[in-house]
């Protein structure tokens, strides 16, 4: 059992450690060009995951 002391040192622990890791990606993305965020992003076709023939269905190709 952790006295309430206890818990508000492990609080500002936690929240520390949380803002340093902010803090971190925000000059890691800070540090990249800049772009526009209405930028559309293009996905590799093979970036993509292909999905798996359904079982026990059969597939239809289009002539």
């Known amino acids: 059992m952790t006295t ?3 818990r508000l040192k ?3 622990r936690m929240q520390r450690r949380i803002r ?3 803090e971190e990606r ?3 993305f800070g540090a ?3 772009s526009d965020p209405e ?3 293009e996905i590799p076709a ?3 995951p ?3 023939p359904a079982i026990g269905r059969v597939r239809i190709t289009s002539a």
Request: no cysteine; hydrophobic share 50%; charged share 25%.
């Open 4 to 6: 309430r002391y206890e």
């Open 10 to 12: 492990m609080q500002r």
């Open 20 to 22: 340093l890791v902010v």
């Open 26 to 28: 925000r000059m890691a």
């Open 32 to 34: 990249r060009p800049a």
């Open 39 to 41: 930028e559309t992003v």
């Open 46 to 48: 093979m970036a993509l």
């Open 50 to 52: 292909q999905p798996a």
